[in-house]
């Protein structure tokens, strides 16, 4: 195997990390020791150049390399620059709640590193090896920080629960891999569908089924979501932050490069199991979201429900379905984020603000966090001007564009119902008096992120067309 | 051509209530930003009407530019004769509303009159978007602003009203935008003049006018999906009473002239029966319904709910004038009521709960049994309670005449029995409103918290003056009113009797 320079240079994100995870590493161990919060900057100041790194990656067309077990196209790009950002900004928001809870360690930072190589990898997976090993950099760094408070005995449970079931998600996909390579004889993506030919028969339907139940895992859809909610309540909230946002970056990706590139000439055969999946995701999800008293659990459950709309846009099966898809992860990601950004900054020393009730009277006593709040929800319950509304509508597009009018009809009623669980946020935030009033932290810096994080959710909503138009163009035939 | 006249007029009140927001505590700059914004927004109506013509029904005052390339979708604003009058609407009631809450709202008071002018803006955008996309975005971010008006300034149970209210307004909205994603994947263009255009089978058009209809009959509302609406008008602060009765439900009946019987006449052919019974009952029913209420907003809100029965039934009319005299002429009687009704409802809801909103800040309660005599200490008031409900009840000289009498006789044309049972009105509606007069402002000083009651001060005068002057002056003297709608209501009406089959 041979490699030109220009291969290096379109793999340069996952080489320009590998080489600034361990510089990281050494920093830490020699110049960090008295004061972790050095680390942090560093690696703020590695992801942010990576995320311009990446984003200035021309890439004029698909490009398979290092031995087809590689891709670069558009799509890896935006993803990558979208993953390296979001990953700032989550690690940026969790800086000082690592620092109150005494865990703020150089382990931490390089931990979201390999987590974020993990999510890099998979999005240039052109090889069912490649995405493999991008899965489990992602998932065994992730397990990882559930666990980082390790005096936490619910958070040791978080990760136990989330390690041994996704050991087992990681199972079922390592053998849909196998059987798919049994009948097929590559491990190459971009053969699978020449070597399948028309009529693959019932073992193509087992692969399919292992393949698709992994993917539903890492998305968290029904009926793989019972980790979700007890990752979310039991992980320090950080991390919790880690696992809820850029993986589903992630996981698009996986889902995006095995059914919808590689398996595309059996479209029907996986998305009928997904219409399956994701429709009881949006039904579940928003159900017992409504019965939460812990935010947390809510924002999991919300989760689930949204992962149901990303996962209509895969059953569309079509350019527009996946574009809408990645549309809807990006302003899902978005929105999450500045969500638990508001927890972080609301928590104190010893008392984590992650029950419902600690949101009552919010406006009161902040009104930016209850402001910035209160966009999120509206946004991630569809209603325009905010992002969320177009996510929603591009699905649903998407959806009845590939005739699937149920599918569609059901989605618009779940969300309505969703609407009452985030309007019960609203409400505690502005219709109830403050049950305390303890001072909320200061954290200048993260404030302004935060704003400018709500605010992009904001002119999102407004102009959405940039946003719109770029995850159509990477997305052929999007 | 390009204006920006419209354009100013949704987003100065939008950006200006922000900027009263960010005045926060400094209530009095607040109070006086926020009416001249007001101002400011209804004195821009008066370009917009003096150089209106009422004569063609092209919409005028265009703005057309680029706003998602992606899905065709374009910030695409303009009047026509049917938005017009809404649109003075809007800006003539906010100003009242303002004013109204002068010192009557004491909490947040920067937020409050933020939320007013924002949702001005929005909802003078729902009624000048030309492109379908727009308007539902104006649509929907209008029930974020309503949803805290009666969330944050309600009465006591005001959180299950205003969820109600959300969900109830939300539900029915995402029908319809399933309807408009439909369409729009057929015409790959989501301008209402294409949507109107374009071709649709029976069975398509029947889905699509339902699905509209659920969300302008929760909006207008109908029954049986009323419900939410005397509940969000009881808990309401009375500036959202005011204008969730005289605009907010108004959308419903614009959507119905604006979408759903344009795009799909055929199918309006079809269910104008089930439209027709749906408003009759919403007159006769919930007239009676009116009657036994112990609450005055919420006898203000059924009969709203009666009133607006009027305006869905002359919106279907046409189909059934059509029907019994065998040609189009006269058909658009139904739909000249209809319209009148919706501006002269608007009027008069708004002045009642303006009125209520007058008593209950002098002696906080809206029950009808806490009053009683109130003319003997307020005799001005007591003078323009009086005039409001005759309006309310449809006496001649006054704008609830006009709009009723207009569908009345349409009804009559059509079938003799609609026209009878919406006449029944007469009676109900002189029964309720004329009842309530006599127990609140006629009688005995009822007890001595309306013994203390003193008369309306400068500034409510004003309010109610503004107001009685336009009830009365719409009411001898439509005209102006009716050529502005002219052309506009002529192509409608040819638009919804002609086929698409």
Known sequence: MTFTTNEIWLALPEIYLTTALCVVLLFDLFFATKNPGRTATLTL???????VLASRQVIADRQVILGGMYVADRLSSLLKTGAFLFTAMALFYSRDYLARRGIQKGEYYVLSLTALLGVLVLASAANMVTLYVGVELLSLSLYALVAFDRDSGVAAEAAMKYFVLGAIASGTLLYGMSILYGMTGTLDLGALTARLGDSPGLGFTLAIAFIVSAIAFKFGAVPFHMWV???????PTASAMMVATVPKLASFAMAFRFLAEGLMAQTPQWSQMLAILATVSVIAGNLIAIAQT???????????ANVGFILFGFVAGSGAGFSSALYYTIAYVLMTLAAFAIVLISSRDGCEATELDHFKGLHQRD??????????????????????????????????????????????VASVVGAFYYLRVVWLMYFEAP?????LGKAPGMRLVLAINALAVLA??????????????????? | MQTTLLSLLIWLPIVGGFLVMALGARVAAARWLALLISVVTLALCVPLYAGFDGSTAAFQFQQNLPWIPAFNARYSIGVDGIALPLIILTAFITVPVIIAAWTSVTKRVAQYYAAFLIMEGLMIGVFSAMDALLFYFFWEAMLIPMFLIIGIWGGPRRIYATIKFFLYTFLGSVFMLVALVYMYLQTQ??????????????????WIFLAFFAAFAVKVPMWPVHTWLPDAHVEAPTGGSVVLAAIMLKMGGYGLLRFALPIAPDAGRELDGFVITLSLIAVVYIGFVALVQQDMKKLIAYSSIAHMGFVTLGAVLAYDIVGATGSPAGAGMGLDGAMVQMISHGLISGAMFLCVGVMYDRVHSREISAYGGVINKMPIFGAFMVLFSMANSGLPGTSGFVGEFLVVLAAFKANFWYAALAATTLILGAAYTLWLVKRVIFGKVGNHHVAEMKDVDGREFLVLGVLAVSVVLLGVWPAPLLDMMRGSIEHLTQMILATKL
């Open chain 1, 45 to 51: 100041l590695v992801l942010v150049v990576g995320a």
């Open chain 1, 229 to 235: 909610p007890d990752v979310y309540q039991g992980a």
């Open chain 1, 294 to 304: 812990s935010l947390l659990r809510m924002l999991a459950y919300s989760a689930i």
């Open chain 1, 367 to 412: 009104p930016l966090l209850a402001g910035a709040m209160a966009a999120v929800m509206f946004s991630t319950a569809g209603v325009p001007p905010f992002v969320g509304f177009w996510a929603k509508l591009q699905i649903i597009q998407a959806l009845l564009a590939s005739g699937h009018l149920t599918l569609a009809l059901i989605a618009v």
């Open chain 1, 435 to 439: 049950a305390e009033q303890p001072p």
């Open chain 1, 460 to 478: 999102l909503g407004i102009m959405p067309e940039q946003l719109l138009a770029l995850c159509r163009q990477v997305i052929p035939g999007g």
């Open chain 2, 189 to 206: 263009d989501y301008s209402i003049a294409a949507l109107q255009a374009m071709p649709l089978t029976l069975e398509e058009q029947r």
